[in-house]
């Protein structure tokens, strides 16, 4: 699946934590929220790791986004499904968010 941001919300989690919410357009043109946790970036490539849920002291699912078109103000993500830069991104965020989450990949 990939989708154009249709818009960028600041949002502050029950601990103070401010993040960014991202709504995409699905497939099937259902409104998809994910919050930024965290984002890098490797070999030239904006990377995000997001859950879809604000609340940071409920299990929610996680995954990382790769930014591809960026054109004015239009962003294009697209969910990350190479193995190996899976594998390569999951490792460089778990460094970064270290005991901040317990996240498993």
Avoid: H, P, W
């Avoid at 818009?7 to 103070?16: A, D, N, S, W």
């Avoid at 699905?26 to 946790?37: A, C, L, Q, R, Y």
């Avoid at 790791?49 to 986004?65: H, P, Q, R």
Wanted: proline share 0%.
């Amino acid at each position: 699946m990939s989708g154009e941001i249709l818009r960028l919300e600041i949002v502050t989690g029950e601990k103070g934590i401010r993040m960014d919410k991202i709504i995409f357009t699905g497939d099937d043109g259902e409104n998809i929220e994910f919050f930024v946790i965290e984002e890098t970036q490797l070999s030239g490539n904006k990377y995000l790791l997001v859950c879809d849920s604000e609340n940071e002291d409920e299990d929610s699912e996680a995954t990382i986004l790769k930014e591809t078109a960026l054109d004015g103000d239009e962003v294009v993500y697209e969910f990350v499904e190479d193995d190996v830069e899976f594998e390569a991104v999951a490792k460089l965020f778990d460094e970064l968010v270290g005991e901040d989450a317990d996240i498993e990949f």
